[in-house]
């Protein structure tokens, strides 16, 4: 079936960097960009950027340029997104989402990683 | 600050409808689609509705989606138990070039 697999949840310290993937599974991997979403605890949903996963071109969120970057590995079938230079007030869950590219109708989640960020 | 805003909570008893607004400005909603993601504690966001009014497969008809201007709105009709769950909005911002959500709105079953 269609799924977003997202690795594992991650504590690291102020200043550090982190890198979360998502990978795909069971539909054309390049027919789909790939979006994150982040959730702050007890708080809204927060767009972080998009990739297509057919030319690697991204759109990043106005707050977080220069700080964030995704890739992806086609014959791996995985988006990463880096987050650089942590701050307390990144701990969030960060989620995967499909993007159908023609709209923002994001059907497919993965499943959410938690990115703690504490001294 | 939320680009979009929401009531951040709204109620309803079984069987009522419920209408949960969305108010945006001529650079997201007024000239973009809005999007509705329903969400469970924990979990990750549900489709409900896009391109404002529009029903992925396997969404009940009791919800429904509309747009006027630079507002949208959610409707639930036939309140369940188990549509107790937070509701965002989004759409596309023209000016920032991200895409926008709500504040979110807590819905509570009574």
């Known amino acids: 079936q269609v799924q977003l697999v997202q690795s594992g949840d991650e504590m690291k310290k102020p200043g550090a960097s982190v890198i979360v993937s998502c990978k795909a599974s069971g539909y054309t991997f390049t027919n789909y960009g790939i979006v994150w979403v982040r959730q702050a605890p007890g708080q809204g949903l927060e767009w972080v950027g998009w990739i297509s996963t057919y030319n690697g071109n991204t759109n990043y969120a106005q707050k977080l340029q220069g700080r964030v970057t995704m890739t992806k590995d086609i014959s791996a079938r995985t988006v990463y997104m880096e987050l650089r230079s942590l701050r307390s007030d990144d701990t969030a869950v960060y989620f995967c989402a499909r993007d159908p590219d023609d709209s923002d109708a994001y059907e497919i989640w993965g499943h959410g990683t938690m990115v703690t960020v504490s001294s | 600050q939320p680009v979009l805003t929401q009531p951040p909570s709204a109620s309803g008893t079984p069987g009522q409808r419920v209408t949960i607004s969305c108010s945006g400005t001529?650079?997201?909603?007024?000239?973009?689609?809005v999007y509705w993601y329903q969400q469970f504690p924990g979990r990750a966001p549900i489709l409900l509705i896009s391109l404002n009014n529009k029903r992925p497969s396997g969404v009940p008809d009791r919800f429904s989606g509309s747009k006027s201007g630079t507002s949208a709105s959610l409707a639930i009709s036939g309140l369940r138990s188990e549509d107790e769950a937070d509701y965002y909005c989004?759409?596309?911002?023209?000016?920032?070039?991200?895409?926008?959500f709500g504040g979110g709105t807590r819905l509570t079953v009574l």
């Open positions: 989004a759409a596309w911002d023209d000016t920032l070039s991200d895409l926008v």
């Open positions: 001529t650079s997201n909603i007024g000239r973009r689609y």
